[in-house]
């Protein structure tokens, strides 16, 4: 496990902090950080609502990311439920496509931090539709 994963799983639990904001929404069940390429780490919890307005903890660390004024991610991590363990849903890795289409088969995800599983975006999302 290379420190930066390390740093990237600290980030994501210290936003991992499940509650309850209203009797619609709940939020803090899953985090995530996303490295970005200049080596910054963003983080997102996912927020859920009762009528789908709500949002994966993936997507709002890439939005902080962007909201920060940066554009290309260098790694993704999440920690659900099954501590650690987890994949990008196919919304999230519809959006990493679209935001980098020539070079979203490079970014890295964490898929089980306990046994230091890794893969690529390419490797789990390999005929993505913006290819053809
Ligand atoms: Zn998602």
Same mark, same amino acid.
């Given at each position: 496990?290379?420190?930066?994963?390390?740093?990237?799983?600290?980030?994501?639990?210290?936003?991992?902090?499940?509650?309850?904001?209203?009797?619609?929404?709940?939020?803090?069940?899953?985090? *995530?950080? +996303? /490295?970005?390429?200049?080596?910054?780490?963003?983080? @997102?919890?996912?927020?859920?609502? !009762?009528?789908? =307005?709500?949002?994966?903890?993936?997507?709002?660390?890439?939005?902080?990311?962007?909201?920060?004024?940066?554009?290309?991610? *260098?790694? +993704? /991590?999440?920690?659900?439920?099954?501590?650690?363990? @987890?994949?990008?849903?196919?919304? !999230?890795?519809? =959006?990493?496509?679209?935001?980098?289409?020539?070079?979203?088969?490079?970014?890295?995800?964490?898929?089980?931090?306990?046994?230091?599983?890794?893969?690529?975006?390419?490797?789990?999302?390999?005929?993505?539709?913006?290819?053809?």
């Amino acid at each position: 496990m290379d420190k930066i994963w390390e740093e990237m799983y600290e980030a994501a639990k210290a936003v991992l902090k499940p509650r309850t904001i209203s009797g619609y929404v709940t939020a803090g069940e899953v985090s *995530a950080a +996303v /490295l970005s390429k200049s080596g910054k780490i963003y983080t @997102g919890v996912c927020i859920d609502t !009762c009528s789908t =307005l709500g949002i994966c903890a993936e997507r709002n660390a890439i939005f902080n990311m962007i909201t920060n004024g940066e554009n290309e991610i *260098a790694r +993704v /991590l999440c920690i659900a439920p099954i501590e650690g363990k @987890g994949a990008p849903c196919g919304a !999230c890795r519809e =959006l990493m496509v679209q935001l980098m289409p020539t070079s979203y088969k490079d970014i890295e995800i964490m898929l089980d931090y306990r046994t230091c599983k890794t893969t690529t975006l390419g490797e789990i999302t390999p005929e993505w539709w913006i290819d053809y």
